[in-house]
C-alpha cells in the first residue's frame, strides 16, 4: 500500500470508529479525496482496505458505505462476543501476570473516575480505557489464535456506539463487572472470570437491543398512523 492510499485508510478508518462516520454513510469518493488530500486511485486502495478489515461494504448502486447492523448481525456478534471473551477471560485467570492484574486495576480506577465526572464527551474517554481494559485481559490469554479470531468477531463501531447510550446504571453495573473481573483473576478462578465476563458481554447486548427496539418504535407507530 502506497503512503497516499496508508494516510487515507487512517483518516477514513479514524472517521468510522469515531462515530463521525455513522453507520449507513455513503462514503462519496469526491468527499474522501477532499477529506484525506489524495486523489481518487489512493482513496479507492483504502476503501478496498477497510471493506477486507470490515469497516467498509460495497454495495450494487451505493457504492463504499459504512455497514449497518440487522437484528441478526447484532445477535450474532455479541453471541461470539460472549463465547470467545469468555474463553479469553478463563485463560487469563491462569496465565495473567501480577503487572497485568495492577494494569487493570488502575484501568478500572481511571473509567470510574471519568464516569463520577460527567464532563462532555466523557463516554468516548470510558471507550478508550475499556477498549484497552478488555484488549489487556485478551492479551493475558497468550492465544494468538483467540486474538485473531476476536478481532474478526468484534466490531469496533458497533461496541463504541454501544456505551454512548449507556445509562448511569448501565455504566454503574460495567464498572462493577470489571472490578469482579479481576477479584476472579486474582483467585485464579477461570470458571468465575468466564462466568463474569459472559454476564458482561450479555448485558451490553441488552442495551444495544433495547436501544434499537426503542428507536424501531416511533418509526413504526408512524407509519401505522399514515
Same mark, same amino acid.
Given at each position: ?18 462515530? @463521525? ?50 437484528? *441478526? ?8 462476543? $460472549? ?8 485463560? $487469563? ?5 501480577? *503487572? ?10 481511571? &473509567? ?22 478488555? *484488549?489487556?485481559?485478551?492479551?493475558? $490469554? ?6 485473531? &479470531? ?9 461496541? @463504541? ?10 455504566? %454503574? ?41 426503542? *428507536?424501531?418504535?416511533? %418509526? ?7
Amino acid at each position: 500500500m502506497s503512503k497516499a492510499s496508508s494516510k487515507a485508510h487512517d483518516i477514513i478508518r479514524s472517521e468510522i470508529l469515531s462515530g @463521525r462516520f455513522a453507520p449507513g454513510t455513503h462514503l462519496k469518493e469526491s468527499l474522501l479525496v477532499e477529506l484525506c488530500g489524495v486523489s481518487r486511485t489512493p482513496i479507492r486502495e483504502a476503501l478496498r482496505r477497510l471493506h477486507q478489515e470490515g469497516l467498509v461494504h460495497f454495495a450494487p448502486h451505493r457504492g463504499a458505505h459504512v455497514p449497518e447492523w440487522t437484528a *441478526e448481525d447484532v445477535t450474532e456478534i455479541f453471541t461470539l462476543r $460472549a463465547v470467545l471473551e469468555g474463553h479469553a477471560a478463563e485463560q $487469563a485467570a491462569l496465565r495473567i501476570r501480577p *503487572e497485568v492484574i495492577a494494569d487493570l486495576e488502575s484501568l478500572a480506577g481511571d &473509567m470510574e473516575e471519568i464516569v463520577a465526572t460527567h464532563l462532555p464527551a466523557f463516554k468516548q474517554a470510558v471507550v478508550e480505557a475499556n477498549q484497552a481494559f478488555h *484488549e489487556a485481559i485478551i492479551d493475558a $490469554a497468550e492465544s494468538p489464535r483467540l486474538k485473531q &479470531m476476536l478481532a474478526h468477531v468484534s466490531d469496533p463501531p458497533l461496541l @463504541r456506539s454501544t456505551f454512548q447510550t449507556y445509562s448511569d446504571e448501565d455504566l %454503574a453495573r460495567s464498572m462493577r463487572h470489571h472490578r469482579e473481573l479481576i477479584t476472579a483473576f486474582r483467585a485464579r478462578d477461570g470458571a468465575r472470570a468466564r462466568t463474569i465476563m459472559q454476564t458482561h458481554v450479555h448485558a451490553a447486548f441488552r442495551t444495544v437491543m433495547h436501544r434499537r427496539e426503542a *428507536e424501531t418504535e416511533p %418509526a413504526l407507530s408512524a407509519r401505522a398512523a399514515v
